[in-house]
C-alpha cells in the first residue's frame, strides 16, 4: 500500500525501521472519546465502562501477567494446540499468504503461526491490528527472530483495521483472532463482528479463530478471579486510568473485583463493586457520578461455546468450517473458516 493511499484513508505513517512501520489514524482514540464515553456509561442507573479503555500501557501490561497465572488456562490452552497443529494448518495456506491478526497484543502466540509461515515461505507479511501502543514494541521482537518478515501495524480498532484490510493486494490472508477476543463482545455483537470480518473476506482468504468452551463454573470464575489478583488489578487499572487522564478521584481502596458466571447466558461477568456509598467526580467529562454500597459498574463479558454453536455461528455468517482443533480436555476450539472451504495444500 502506498504512503498516498494511507493517508488518504486517514492515517499517519511512523515508519519505525526498514521492515517495520505504523499506521495511525489522525483521528485515533483521544482522552476526548474517553471522557465523553465514560460521562455516557456512568452516567444512567445501570453504569458500565467499556473494556477497550483497559488497555493503556499498564492494563497492557497486566493483561500479559493473567495470560501466566495459574487459573488462566485459555492462554497455555490455546498456545499448546497451535503447537500440535502446526504441519495441519500449514497445510492449508498457500505460498503467499499474509497474516493478519486481530488484538495482537504482545503477540506471544503470533509467533507459533510464524514458525508454521516460515516453513512455507520465502517471505513473510504480518499484519498486526490493536489498539494499544504496545503492538509497536512486540513488533520489533518479531523482527530480530524473523529476519524474512515484514510488519505493518496498525494502531486502530478491529473495524478500522478490517477496512483497511480492503485497501491490500489479492493475497490471499490468513486473518487471527485469538484468545476467544469474540466472546468480549455483548450479546449478539460477537455474531455481528463474525459476518463484519466475513464480509471484509476474499475468496482466497482464512479466518483462524479461538474460542473458549462452556465448562464448569468453578474453573471460569477461578480463571477470572486469580488468587495473585491479577485480574483485580487489571479490571480496577481502568479508575487509576480515569484517574491520571480525565482527573478523577477514585479511591480504590473503596471499589473491588468481582467475577462471576452466568450460566443462563453462558458467560463470565466483570464488574468493578462499590464498597460504600459515595461521590466520585470526573472533571474531563463534566461528571459527578454517585455510587451506592453494593453497585456493581459491569466492565467486561467473556461468552462461552460449545461446538454446536460455533458450527452455527460461523454458518450464519456465511462461512465454512474447515477444522476444529481441541485440546485434550475439550476445553478450547480452534477453528478455521472460509468462504467456501478450501482444501488443503499439497
Known amino acids: ?35 465523553r464515553d465514560v460521562a455516557f456509561t456512568l452516567g444512567g442507573s445501570s453504569k458500565s465502562i467499556n473494556p477497550k479503555w483497559f488497555y493503556d500501557d499498564e ?4 493483561f500479559g501477567q493473567i495470560c501466566t497465572v495459574p487459573e488462566y488456562y485459555i492462554t497455555v490452552t490455546e498456545s499448546s494446540i497451535l503447537s500440535r497443529i502446526g504441519g495441519e494448518l500449514g497445510s492449508f495456506l498457500a505460498r503467499d499468504t499474509r497474516l493478519v491478526e486481530l488484538g495482537s497484543g504482545l503477540s506471544s502466540k503470533t509467533r507459533l503461526i510464524l514458525d508454521v509461515m516460515e516453513g512455507v515461505q520465502d ?25 524474512r518478515l515484514e510488519i505493518t501495524g496498525i494502531i486502530d480498532t ?30 449478539g455483537e460477537g455474531e455481528l463482528f463474525l459476518k463484519k470480518i466475513a464480509s471484509c473476506m476474499g475468496e482466497r482468504d482464512m479466518l483462524l479463530l479461538g474460542l473458549d468452551l462452556d465448562k464448569e463454573s468453578g474453573v471460569l470464575e477461578a480463571a477470572y478471579d486469580d488468587t495473585q489478583g491479577v485480574t483485580a488489578r487489571f479490571n480496577l487499572n481502568v479508575l487509576t486510568r480515569m484517574n491520571r ?10 471499589f473491588a473485583h468481582r467475577a462471576k458466571y452466568n450460566g443462563s447466558a453462558r458467560r463470565i461477568e466483570m464488574y468493578i463493586e462499590s464498597l460504600a456509598d459515595q461521590d466520585v467526580a470526573i472533571p474531563a467529562a463534566g461528571a459527578a457520578v454517585r455510587f451506592g454500597r453494593g453497585e456493581l459498574v459491569h466492565t467486561e463479558n467473556s461468552h462461552k461455546y460449545t461446538i454446536p454453536r460455533i458450527r452455527e455461528m460461523v454458518r450464519e455468517a456465511g462461512l465454512g468450517t474447515d477444522a476444529i482443533w481441541q ?19 499439497t
Open 59 to 62: 492494563g497492557s501490561a497486566l
Open 327 to 345: 485440546d485434550e480436555e475439550n476445553r478450547y476450539a480452534l477453528v478455521l473458516c472460509s468462504k467456501q472451504g478450501r482444501p488443503r495444500r
Open 245 to 254: 487522564e480525565l482527573g478523577a478521584n477514585f479511591d480504590l481502596s473503596a
Open 123 to 147: 517471505e513473510m507479511e504480518y499484519l498486526p491490528i490493536d489498539i494499544s501502543d504496545v503492538l509497536a514494541e512486540s513488533c520489533h521482537g518479531l523482527l530480530d527472530d524473523y529476519p
Open 1 to 35: 500500500m502506498s504512503s498516498q493511499t494511507a493517508q488518504e484513508l486517514g492515517y499517519e505513517i511512523h515508519r519505525l525501521s526498514p521492515r517495520l512501520h505504523c499506521l495511525r489514524p489522525h483521528a485515533a482514540v483521544s482522552g476526548e472519546s474517553f471522557a
Open 158 to 187: 478491529y473495524h478500522g483495521g478490517l477496512e483497511f484490510l480492503s485497501t491490500l493486494d489479492e493475497r490471499p490472508n490468513l486473518i487471527a483472532f485469538l484468545g476467544s477476543s469474540l466472546g468480549n463482545f455483548d450479546a
